[in-house]
């Protein structure tokens, strides 16, 4: 066993570093050929938007295909060849093409982590976070977009667009033992993305024929003549002049320009990017701009009411029998050579195998949005011997010596509650009034006890799961070591797991609200108080859906494409009117003057 595990650490930690190699040749080589790129950048466009994230992406390709002179403007390069690969996804973060954002330590939560602070990885690369992301699609229940977005199944993804999504083309044999067992306890099993608001599911991916797809690909349209890109640009601030956003300043390889658009900025630069580049333009709230020297223009809670979805329960089960998904199996040959000849095979999982939504027993009303879901994985940190998930996640040397290490040539897989609609609420401010500075983010996880309380209840919940004759037949059951720092606790007492839950708590990657709709923007994404700004992305969410965002976001962006166009046509026709009125007045008053000779 001691042959095998240095067999893998050996095999896989080169792999790994030639990826890493790669990975940065490939940005060098992009930055390269990115040098003189400003050249080429017009003085003025009808729309600029900032961010080619999830939404950027999608409303620049959307308004450059109605032939709308549209400058896109992104931070981060052009993703390399092979990072479509779905297996990859955890070797993108921390890399060059993620922001690498990290939180303050926490208080109440993340005490299992390095200083007690989450890792946040955020796309800094043409598609964004659909480009780091486990690619699941989840469309969300229907309550979660009633006050906000009515309309929301007139945006649904798959049907007459390009998104591409399928089903999972791998899966471990978990996939049928959870079904049944959600079947067995009398929960509901089909489509939740269709005839179902709550339930279980295998996972649907954003994917084309097994490899990854992510919104930069609608970018890539030869008939887009009327799109402009630029990457490895920072836009440092929005013009504004007496209330009307006008253009941008950005800054690329040192070099600052000005860039105007006649009709709108949308603004798509992620949850954090958002709110930061508002407050540098003098938009948020008004004693912490005057404390970074910044002149107010807007006074808003920009930065505010910042919610995430939060998990738990990794590498909580263990099994007698021995799954597909494992070190020795994804590192064949063979499993390689099937991905890129036939797009099947474990290279085209993303980790993911089931999902489910579902009421705690906290909840009374049952009609009303789930308040928690189940994320299945084949797998756990411990899988990979600590090479790359221990890092990615952030989990502390001390708690994966002693908690996770003893699981490593177990057979362990993951399934991990997660918070939907957390009432725990944190911040983003800015560090500085410097552009290059990153922002203060803070979450605040589990200040409000009600979120521990939902979260011990959806552990109740998969102990009820691995307790069905379904789960039985593979030997599943808990791993009852206690976690580091829960030690004083019984296992299993209601008092160890909100130890746990403190100490295990980590993020789903889900972070929204920093510009939510209404204090911030409008109904129309729009700015208030200022003219031709728009905001569209996952900080304008004014409650997170349930489930994974990146569906969400696409459809917000789909519809946001809408409300922009509804404007722009209102806009024409009443300059039309005003024109036809001009002229009419003026030849009237011709007549005038030529009766009264």
């Known amino acids: 066993m001691l042959i095998f595990k240095y067999y893998i650490l050996i095999t896989s930690g080169t792999l790994i570093f030639l990826l890493a190699c790669y990975i940065k040749l ?13 050249n080429t950048i017009k003085s003025n466009y009808d729309y600029i938007v900032v961010g080619a994230g999830t939404s950027g992406a999608v409303i620049a390709a959307k308004l450059a295909e109605d032939g709308e002179n549209v400058l896109l403007v992104e931070a981060g390069g052009k993703a390399p060849l092979f990072l479509d690969i779905p297996l990859l996804s955890p070797l993108l973060q921390n890399s060059l093409y993620d922001w690498q954002y990290v939180t303050v330590p926490q208080h109440n939560a993340c005490k299992a982590l390095k200083n007690n602070q989450s890792k946040w990885p955020m796309g800094r690369i043409l598609g964004g976070t659909s480009r780091l992301n486990y690619m699941t699609y989840v469309r969300g229940h229907h309550q979660d977009y009633a006050n906000w977005f009515p309309d929301f199944n007139d945006y649904i993804l798959g049907k007459n667009d390009s998104v591409k999504i399928q089903e999972s083309k791998w899966h471990t044999d978990l996939v049928n033992a959870i079904l049944e067992s959600i079947l067995e306890i009398d929960g509901k099993v089909g489509n939740i993305n269709e005839a179902l608001d709550t339930g279980f599911m295998k996972v649907q991916l954003f994917a084309d024929n097994g490899k990854r797809w992510s919104t930069d690909d609608m970018l890539y349209r030869k008939y887009l003549n009327t799109l402009d890109i630029l990457t490895h640009a920072r836009v440092d601030k929005i013009l504004i002049n007496s209330n009307k956003a006008t253009g941008i300043k950005l800054r690329k390889f040192g070099r600052v320009s000005k860039i105007l658009a006649k009709n709108g900025i949308i603004v798509s630069a992620g949850v954090i990017g958002s709110p930061k580049l508002l407050m540098l333009s003098g938009i948020g709230p008004e004693k912490h701009l005057k404390d970074m020297k910044i002149k107010v223009i807007n006074n808003l809670p920009v930065g505010q009411n910042l919610m995430d979805h939060l998990l738990t329960g990794i590498d909580l089960i263990r099994l007698k029998t021995n799954l597909s998904f ?95 609609h957390p009432k725990s609420l944190g911040e983003i401010k800015l560090r ?9 983010i ?20 998969l102990k009820k799961l691995i307790n069905t004759s379904a789960m039985k037949k593979l030997g599943a059951s808990l791993y ?31 972070p929204a609200g920093t510009c939510r709709m209404e204090d911030v923007v409008d109904t129309s994404f729009r700015v208030h108080n200022i003219t031709n700004l728009y905001v569209v992305d996952a900080s304008v969410l004014p409650s997170l859906p349930s489930g994974n965002i990146n569906g969400a976001l696409i459809m917000m962006a789909k519809k946001a494409v809408d409300i922009l166009k509804e404007i722009r046509n209102k806009q024409s026709h009443n300059l039309r009117y005003t024109n036809s009125t001009s002229l009419l007045c003026y030849t009237f008053n011709i007549c005038n003057k030529f009766c009264d000779l």
């Not at 490939?26 to 400003?38: I, K, N, T, W």
């Not at 500085?432 to 203060?440: G, H």
Request: glycine residues 6%; aromatic residues 12%.
């Open 432 to 440: 500085s009034n410097d552009p290059s500075d990153e922002p203060i």
């Open 480 to 510: 009852k070591k206690s976690l580091p720092g829960c030690e004083a606790y019984e296992f299993d007492s209601l008092e160890y797991w909100e130890c746990y839950i403190r100490y295990l708590s980590l993020t789903a990657y889900h």
């Open 326 to 420: 494992n070190m020795i199996n994804t590192l064949n040959p063979i499993a390689i050579l099937n991905y890129f000849l036939f797009g099947q095979g474990p290279w085209t999982s993303s980790g993911i195998e089931v999902l489910g939504t579902f009421h705690s027993s906290l909840q009374k009303n049952q009609s009303s949005s789930p308040d928690l879901q189940l994320m299945i994985l084949p797998l756990g940190i411990s899988t990979d011997y600590g090479i790359t998930l221990k890092e990615t996640i952030g989990i502390s040397d001390e708690v994966y010596d002693k908690y996770f290490a003893p699981l490593e040539n177990d057979n362990v897989v993951t399934i991990a509650p997660v918070l939907l």
């Open 26 to 38: 490939a940005y060098l080589l992009d930055v390269m050929g990115q040098l003189f790129s400003l």
């Open 442 to 461: 803070d979450p605040k996880y589990l200040s409000n006890k009600h979120d521990i309380d939902t979260l011990v209840n959806g552990i109740q919940y």
